[in-house]
């Protein structure tokens, strides 16, 4: 097992002004119409936590991802 690795949670908040409600828009659709669309969106900000292992698979999977991609050894 690799001690050394380390793993990172990274929460950003991002404002977003818009004359109707947004939903459930991706991350690209909202870089969209901030940029490009009808919308004012701007960083309030950005808090990095480092999280052990065990808690970086539970993170992963109630994103729904399979921990295996991230949290795989690398080659010896």
């Known amino acids: 097992m690799n001690d050394e690795r380390k793993f990172y949670q990274t929460i950003v908040t991002y404002e977003i002004l818009s004359d109707e409600p ?30 052990s292992r065990d808690v970086m698979a539970k993170l992963l999977v109630t994103q729904g991802s399979d921990p295996g991609f991230l949290l795989e050894e690398e080659d010896e």
Do not use: W
Not at 22 to 40: A, F, P, Q, R, V
């Open 22 to 51: 947004l939903g459930s828009m991706s991350l690209k659709d909202i870089d969209y119409e901030c940029t490009e669309g009808h919308c004012s969106g701007r960083f309030i900000d950005t808090k990095e936590v480092r999280v």
